[in-house]
């Protein structure tokens, strides 16, 4: 008789990819399953950190809310399980009927957040959608801050990037809470702890403009406290300071930049006075804020998602490159060099500018004159593609690790075009507000059940302030578990790998390096064997053939390593650089213009301005479906000045209705001091299905119901007025 073997307990070295944070994790392998996440102390840069989703990985892998099969839906509207092979044929005769008919512009995929820890994912779907010839790629990132690339091509970039955060002596976060989000503008590993060292340590003056005393701004040297809304306003008024007291970095503009006589008279009128009075925030401290950033001998400036929202989204962003330029705040020859390329191709940068580029090559769209632009496809043009009819009508959408229906700026809008499709399959390992609506749903394999690198967080070195990680530092993680018993999963990519054989067509993945108009390495193109699946490290070993450390020295430190022998220093101008950075933009300084003269008018009706904020148990949508993550808590509050709620009569857990000019959700009200008054911070990503009323207790309020595509929205990126919201909140009833 065979005695079943039990397999001890072991603790194998992983990586967590549910944000950008990218922490290094412990994880405990009991019975061939995760049983237990921790931050790895081994590892280099992070001290042990994991916050409360990488510590939930197991039970997001584990738990009841996971798809163990992929889905497809029955006549009666319900779905039930189907094997993959045959959800694939199925999908495949689909999309090849709907090519035949309405040509391939008609099929769209939609990717989301949920694949940004295996980025190859996207890079597939794409090389699938190139091959069956349509331009139809939308990416997250368009209804994110897509604000920050058309900045960039409009000011253009800095090769050598910026100064060692851990030089900075001023750091400006706009509208972002990097403490809770890792998200960029700060140091990704470990913000907390670096936040520390920097403040209390080294004595950095933190400069955070938010409307919410964010956990950022607690440790803030000056928080300006504004209405929000207001960036725009509050960054021309830091710029008229440091012109009009002649704090700017002349030599560095006479060499690099172009336009700072039209800046210092499109500024001009924003004086600390005029500013103050319409932002909310003391004179002095506007004042204050913009000494301190000119003295720093470096300094950085980040902008995130709370201005973003707020309409203005690209000035503000472009304003912040402004600063910096103004300041010289980027890395100078013989600084050393900040994100140096370790799994990248090598390359060493110069100082000196990337001039800027054009931001709106891209395709035209059909609706409110969008177009593919510097950040992508607008996202924000999405559902109205898929319901305008006529010739370029989206039919077909996959959707690729998002959540539309609680993510997407117009919930009406987005769940009628949602319902209109001829084919909508979603990959997700969940069965998601969006999933409901799927004719499939694709259940793909997850973190730990895939191997991972740090490559991402190098290819975001050029998005703005502090992303990605200074130092030359490297990562790989195999598979540390295999998907639960009984199921059947497959990489996300591999989704497209198999359609395209399917549908017999040949598959390019084109991997880019850098920013849009980059000096580094031309994109590397690599063409699959159809014939033969690769594995996922087969796919990984493909893209990074040219890194610049092989890959299979960085295997040999399972806990990740620092390559110091890759540190580089910033080469020197070169002789025949022509390149300036603009700081004068036409269309950025017409857009001042029109802000300086145009204060919003008071809405009595809808007194109250809504704001978004991250939630840290959350990315997003993702880990609503563990009990562990938001078991206590299944809903968003709305948090408000207990001044507010005094003056409402409302008590902590109250009901309330909060109206937009565009729609009504119920919330519980939460008082909240560190909200500045007239305000209401309630998070995205909540709510339920769509074929339900949301009951406020389960599936909490959704923000998206309160948005309109059409309202306010920015000419470029198409966001609409999705932050400083004026909303109306009186008690419910029930
Ligand atoms: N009102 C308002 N709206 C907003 C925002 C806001 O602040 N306020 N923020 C905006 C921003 S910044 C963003 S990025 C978007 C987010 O928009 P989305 O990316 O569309 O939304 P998420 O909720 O992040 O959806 C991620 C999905 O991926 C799934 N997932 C997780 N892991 C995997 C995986 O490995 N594979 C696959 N296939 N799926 C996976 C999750 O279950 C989840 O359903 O929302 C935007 N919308
Ligand atoms: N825990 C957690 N981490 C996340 C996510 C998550 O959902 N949860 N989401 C991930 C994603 S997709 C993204 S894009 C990033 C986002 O990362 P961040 O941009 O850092 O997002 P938040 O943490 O919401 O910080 C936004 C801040 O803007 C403030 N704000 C609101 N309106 C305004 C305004 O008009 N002006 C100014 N100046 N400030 C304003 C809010 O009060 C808030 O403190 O986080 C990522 N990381
Ligand atoms: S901060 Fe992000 S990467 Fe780090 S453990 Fe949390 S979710 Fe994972
Ligand atoms: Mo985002």
């Known amino acids: 008789m065979g005695v079943t073997e039990i397999e001890p307990p072991r603790i194998e070295p992983g990586l967590c990819r549910l944000c950008v944070g990218y922490c290094p994790v412990l994880v405990t392998v009991e019975g061939g399953r995760a049983t237990k996440v921790s ?13 409360p989703k990488g510590r939930a990985l197991p039970d997001l892998l584990n738990g009841k809310q996971r ?21 694939i044929k199925e999908i495949a005769s689909k999309l090849t009927g709907i090519v035949e008919r309405h040509g391939p512009e008609a099929v769209a995929i939609y990717s989301g957040t949920g694949v940004t820890g295996f980025p190859t994912s996207a890079a597939v779907a794409k090389a699938w959608l190139d091959a069956l010839g349509s331009p139809m790629f939308f990416s997250v990132n368009t209804i994110d801050k897509p604000g920050m690339q058309i900045a960039q091509a409009r000011h253009g970039l800095w090769e050598a990037g910026h100064p060692a955060f851990e030089e900075a002596d001023a750091w400006i976060l706009v509208g972002s809470n990097p403490i809770i989000s890792k998200t960029g503008g700060f ?46 306003a509050i960054l021309s008024a830091l710029i008229h300071v440091i012109i009009a007291e002649k704090l700017y970095d002349e030599a560095f503009i006479d060499l690099h930049a172009e336009g700072f006589a039209a800046l210092a008279s499109a500024v001009a009128p924003f004086t600390p006075a005029f500013v103050a009075k319409r932002a909310g925030v003391p004179q002095q401290d506007l004042i204050e804020a913009a000494r301190t950033f000119a003295a720093a001998r470096a300094g950085g400036i980040f902008c995130g998602t709370g201005p973003s929202f707020a309409t203005h989204g690209t000035l503000t962003e472009y304003l912040a490159n402004c600063l910096t330029t103004l300041c010289g705040h980027w890395a100078r020859a013989g600084d050393p060099l900040q994100k140096p390329n370790v799994l990248l191709p090598a390359y060493s940068a110069r100082a000196q500018p990337i001039a800027p580029w054009p931001e709106n090559a891209g395709r035209p769209l059909r609706v409110r004159g969008l177009r593919g632009n510097a950040s992508g496809m607008p996202v924000a043009a999405l559902p109205d593609e898929i319901l305008l009819e006529g010739p370029g009508q989206i039919r077909a959408l996959i959707c690729l690790g998002g959540n539309p229906v609680t993510a997407f700026p117009d919930h009406k809008r ?16 969940e069965m998601t507000p969006t999933a409901e609506l799927a004719d499939y749903v694709i259940a793909p394999k997850l973190m730990l059940e895939l191997p991972g690198t740090s490559l991402a967080m190098e290819m975001i070195k050029y998005l703005g302030h502090s992303r990605g990680i200074e130092v030359p530092y490297a990562r790989y993680a195999p598979a540390v578990v295999d998907p639960p018993a009984g199921s059947e999963l497959v990489a996300d990519w591999e989704v497209f790998y198999e359609l395209a054989r399917e549908m017999g067509l040949p598959l390019t993945l084109v991997t ?3 920013a849009s108009p980059s ?21 990984i070993e493909a893209i990074l053939q040219n890194s610049r450390i092989p890959l299979s020295e960085v295997k040999r430190y399972p806990h990740g390593h620092i390559f110091v022998e890759v540190q580089e220093t910033v080469q020197e101008r070169s002789a025949d650089c022509t390149a300036r950075l ?5 269309e950025m300084m017409a857009e001042l213009e029109q802000i300086a003269s145009s204060a919003r008018p008071w809405n009595e009706d809808m007194p109250f301005l809504l704001v978004p904020r991250r939630d840290n148990r959350l990315v997003n949508s993702y880990g609503r479906g563990s009990t562990v993550l938001s078991g206590r808590q299944t809903f968003n509050p709305g948090w408000l000045n207990p001044a507010d709620m005094r003056r409402l009569g409302l008590v902590d857990g109250d009901r309330i209705r909060i109206r937009s000019a565009h729609g009504e959700i119920v919330a519980f009200a939460e008082g909240d001091q560190s909200i500045r008054a007239g305000i209401i911070s309630l998070t995205h990503c909540f709510g339920g299905s769509p074929d339900k009323e949301d009951d406020p207790v389960r599936d909490g309020a959704n923000v998206a119901k309160l948005l309109s595509v059409d309202d306010d929205f920015d000419p470029v990126t198409g966001i609409p007025r999705m932050g400083a919201l004026p909303v109306h909140i009186a008690r419910a009833i029930n």
Do not use: W
Not at 416 to 428: C, I, K, M, N, P
Not at 519 to 539: G, T
Not at 582 to 586: E, R, S
């Open 414 to 429: 987005t769940v009628e075009a949602l319902r209109s499709l001829e084919l909508f399959v979603v990959l997700d390992p």
């Open 582 to 586: 603009q700081i004068g933009n036409k």
């Open 67 to 87: 798809l163990l099969h992929s889905m497809v839906r029955g006549a009666d509207g319900g779905h039930s399980a189907i094997g993959f092979e045959q959800a």
């Open 39 to 51: 931050g790895d102390p081994a590892a280099p840069l992070f001290d042990g950190y994991a916050c």
């Open 512 to 514: 880019h390096y850098g």
């Open 187 to 232: 140091p990704q590993n470990n913000p907390g702890m670096r936040l520390k060292e920097a403040v209390n340590d080294r004595g950095m003056k933190l400069i955070v403009i938010d409307p919410r005393r964010s956990e950022m701004a607690r440790r803030a040297h000056v928080h300006l406290q504004c209405i929000p809304g207001n960036d725009p």
């Open 519 to 539: 000096p580094e390495a031309p994109p590397l193109k690599i063409s699959f064997d159809m014939s033969r699946r690769p594995s996922s490290d087969e796919l």
